[in-house]
């Protein structure tokens, strides 16, 4: 039998929790060893139980999960995150893994992989649920849209430079370059220029 897995639920709706809680007590190598409604609650438990692995909602009231999640990478890097989401959107995924979650799993995924998203988590590996391998894809060729003049800019913007250093190194107005920009955002679904870099830079976009 597998060795045991300790378990973290987080999630701000106490059915969801209740479920997930009887889920993994089918599975005699899966332990809970607490709950949280919140992203507050879950650090201040990740903390004190050192669980293995986080079940963690993304939208709650207060601290969400992505900022949870980036807290317990930063306090106890060595607990797995696994974000556990009803939403699909190709952002949160993107925010998902800066925030430094090991992986993915839809609340209507079957209890199976559930259990093989834990485990892999556990192992430190990554693991995303296959429903969302296609919302990933969309996302590679959105990048692969790219012109090489808009990877020219977000690498001048990565290292350091502000649009007018840029429009000059460029030869090119700062007109010019915002608009580059505004176009990079909206290839990458980003928020901020920050984020279009952070993106740019886990998939190798950019150096």
Same mark, same amino acid.
């Given at each position: 039998?597998?060795?045991?897995?300790?378990?973290?639920?987080?999630?701000?709706?106490?059915?969801?929790?209740?479920?997930?809680?009887?889920?993994?007590?089918?599975?005699?190598? $899966?332990? *809970?060893?607490?709950?949280?409604? @919140? #992203?507050?609650? +879950?650090?201040? /438990?990740?903390?004190?139980?050192? &669980?293995?692995?986080?079940? $963690?909602? *993304?939208?709650?009231?207060?601290? @969400? #999960?992505?900022? +949870?999640?980036? /807290?317990?990478?930063?306090?106890? &890097?060595?607990?797995?995150?696994?974000?556990?989401?009803?939403?699909?959107?190709?952002?949160?995924?993107?925010?998902? /893994?800066e925030s430094g979650a090991k992986g993915y799993i839809l609340k209507e995924a079957p209890h199976a992989t559930l259990l093989r998203?834990?485990?892999?988590?556990?192992?430190?590996?990554?693991?995303?649920?296959?429903?969302?391998?296609?919302?990933?894809?969309?996302?590679?060729?959105?990048?692969?849209?790219?012109?090489?003049?808009?990877?020219?800019?977000?690498?001048?913007?990565?290292?350091?430079?502000?649009?007018?250093?840029?429009?000059?190194?460029?030869?090119?107005?700062?007109?010019?370059?915002?608009?580059?920009?505004?176009?990079?955002?909206?290839?990458?679904?980003?928020?901020?220029?920050?984020?279009?870099?952070?993106?740019?830079l886990r998939d190798a976009i950019i150096d």
């Amino acid at each position: 039998m597998p060795e045991e897995i300790t378990c973290l639920i987080v999630d701000d709706h106490e059915v969801v929790r209740d479920g997930l809680r009887l889920s993994l007590s089918r599975a005699p190598h $899966m332990r *809970v060893i607490g709950e949280a409604s @919140d #992203g507050a609650g +879950a650090v201040a /438990l990740v903390e004190s139980r050192r &669980p293995q692995v986080v079940i $963690m909602d *993304v939208r709650m009231p207060g601290m @969400d #999960g992505l900022e +949870a999640t980036r /807290l317990i990478k930063e306090k106890i &890097p060595e607990t797995a995150v696994l974000i556990f989401t009803a939403y699909s959107e190709r952002s949160l995924l993107g925010k998902g /893994l800066e925030s430094g979650a090991k992986g993915y799993i839809l609340k209507e995924a079957p209890h199976a992989t559930l259990l093989r998203a834990i485990e892999k988590v556990a192992g430190g590996e990554s693991f995303v649920d296959p429903a969302l391998i296609p919302t990933f894809l969309t996302g590679k060729e959105q990048h692969d849209m790219l012109t090489v003049r808009e990877r020219e800019i977000l690498q001048l913007l990565a290292d350091g430079l502000s649009n007018g250093d840029v429009g000059a190194r460029l030869l090119i107005s700062q007109e010019t370059v915002k608009s580059h920009v505004r176009h990079i955002l909206a290839k990458l679904d980003a928020d901020t220029r920050t984020h279009a870099i952070a993106i740019a830079l886990r998939d190798a976009i950019i150096d």
